[in-house]
């Protein structure tokens, strides 16, 4: 994995000042992630659940809890999509969804993120479809050792 990180390779390693925590989980994204978080993230608006906290500081709140260990709710926060034989997984703020999967325990590789009102309502079954499609033809691409996917349940993935 190191050879994929930084300089030597298209993932970034996604960190947050993390104070007196230790990390105990990783994230790693793609360009258009790191992109999306530093030029579109910052520009976005409450959407339709009218959450007192806007989008940028959901995703701040969020990658701190996910990359510090803290509680991760399943279905609520953290969900995989279906079928769940894909491995693809979904991170849910009020706002925002950010769609990879586990390469390992407690490591996750973010592809496409979204906006959360677009994967409501009509044409919301096209949307995570194609985000779906999205993660499985980057992991594909990617040139992982193998496996390329950790396989598991929720608290077998995600939990410290």
């Known amino acids: 994995m190191a050879s994929l990180i930084g300089n030597d390779g ?22 258009r992630v790191v992109y999306w978080l530093q030029n579109e993230l910052p520009n ?3 959407g339709r659940l009218q959450s007192s906290v806007g989008p940028p500081d959901q995703m ?4 701190f809890r996910w990359i ?32 990879g999967w586990m390469c390992a325990p407690r490591r996750f590789i973010a592809v496409v993120p979204g906006y ?14 194609a985000a779906k499609r999205a993660v499985i033809r980057a992991r594909d691409e990617l040139p992982l050792d193998q496996p390329k996917i950790a396989l598991g349940a929720f608290n077998a993935l995600v939990s410290v």
């Open 116 to 129: 959360a009102d677009d994967f409501k309502g009509i044409g919301s079954a096209n949307r995570y479809e």
């Open 44 to 46: 976005w608006q409450t």
């Open 68 to 99: 510090a260990g803290r509680d991760i709710r399943y279905e609520k926060m953290f969900k995989d999509l279906m079928p769940m034989a894909d491995e693809v997984w979904e991170m849910k703020t009020a706002d925002v969804r950010l769609f």
């Open 60 to 63: 701040d709140d969020y990658l």
């Open 10 to 31: 298209p993932l970034t390693d996604i960190t947050v000042p993390l104070g007196r925590e230790v990390q105990r989980r990783w994230i790693y994204a793609f360009p």
